[in-house]
């Protein structure tokens, strides 16, 4: 009989708070969440299992469009969501351009969030794979 995987979320927040709001508000979505404070720590995590999606923040210590480029390399099916409380027009194009799948200003409404998150999982099922 085989065993379901768990839907993997890497949810990369420097600010501890927020990260821990943002778990607690996942956390009912049944993902299984590894979470990471920066962009070194992320580029790590992903080196070790690749997530079935990513939630990041994009100003922070390693942060920034490189970084987002360098996850999309590293992790190539796996949908990211860009929040950002430094952001205008331009970056948002920026980040879009650079394959982010959803992007949001902070404050970020939870509800949104959760339903981008929902959207991307079943239209990319487990470990990135297509779900036609």
Request: net charge negative; with cysteine; aromatic share 4%.
């Amino acid at each position: 009989m085989e065993t379901k995987r768990p839907t993997v979320l890497l949810l990369v927040e420097d600010d501890q708070a927020m990260r821990s709001l943002l778990c607690d508000e996942l956390w009912d979505l049944g993902l299984r969440i590894v979470e990471a404070g920066d962009g070194d720590e992320a580029l790590q995590r992903i080196s070790e299992s690749l997530p079935d999606l990513i939630l990041t923040d994009l100003r922070m210590p390693a942060g920034g469009l490189d970084y987002v480029i360098r996850l999309k390399t590293l992790a190539p099916r796996s949908p990211i969501i860009l929040m950002t409380a430094f952001g205008d027009a331009k970056t948002k194009a920026d980040a879009l351009r650079t394959g982010v799948a959803a992007y949001f200003d902070k404050p970020v409404r939870i509800a949104d969030l959760k339903e981008a998150v929902i959207r991307l999982l079943n239209s990319t099922g487990p470990a990135g794979r297509s779900a036609d």
